[in-house]
T-cell receptor
């Protein structure tokens, strides 16, 4: 098991609400990447944070935003939730943008 | 942007047989290719990776080969065991020394190892 943790494990929200997901990176890692994994699909890159700054973004709208803290933990915020946002949200941590190790994910259900 | 195709989508083998999963990528600048194993309800787990300056890498029963000219790479599992049953994802990245940048994933292969 990696040292990457995520909270919460599961979450149920209704359409239009906002959600914040959290990720603690592995000790010694300074980079966090966020991915969305729909059922039966491969993970899709949302964005990456390196030393507290956004370092690349995938094809996701601005209502997906993030933050990285001085201890390199990270948050993913999603505003105005839509039904299609229901998915497993994975964070992955790495050291200096090297090999990525995934956390257990947060399963989000939007009703 | 990068596009990664993965085949087959499902693969069933008898215990002890070999399994091969193939991926192709489109971006010639990609230089890092990891493979992840994901069991039901669990996190993707890195099982092996290869960089573009290497043609083959092996770790016990698992090996990966890379053909940069053809832009394809493959995962080989020998002497399969029931615990190898899972979904396997290939990925590609332009990352620097280790590929920590954006990973583009394939669509996954459901491997089932039958007794």
């Amino acid at each position: 098991e990696t040292g990457v943790t995520q909270s919460p494990t599961h979450l149920i929200k209704t359409r239009g609400q906002q959600v914040t997901l959290r990720c603690s990176s592995q000790s010694g890692h300074n980079t966090v990447s966020w991915y969305q994994q729909a059922l039966g699909q491969g993970p899709q890159f949302i964005f990456q944070y390196y030393r507290e700054e956004e370092n690349g973004r995938g094809n996701f709208p601005p209502r997906f935003s993030g933050l990285q803290f001085p201890n390199y933990s990270s948050e993913l915020n999603v505003n105005a939730l839509e039904l299609d946002d229901s998915a497993l949200y994975l964070c992955a941590s790495s050291r200096n943008q090297e090999t990525q190790y995934f956390g257990p994910g947060t399963r989000l259900l939007v009703l | 942007g990068e596009n990664v195709e993965q085949h087959p989508s499902t693969l069933s083998v008898q215990e002890g047989d070999s399994a091969v999963i193939k991926c192709t990528y489109s971006d010639s600048a990609s230089n890092y290719f990891p493979w992840y194993k994901q069991e039901l309800g669990k996190r993707p787990q890195l099982i092996i990776d290869i960089r573009s300056n290497v043609g083959e890498k092996k770790d016990q029963r698992i090996a990966v080969t890379l053909n940069k000219t053809a832009k394809h790479f493959s995962l080989h599992i020998t002497e399969t065991q029931p615990e190898d049953s899972a979904v396997y994802f290939c990925a590609a990245s332009r990352g620097g020394t280790g590929g920590g940048n954006k990973l583009t994933f394939g669509t996954g292969t459901q491997l089932k190892v039958e007794l």
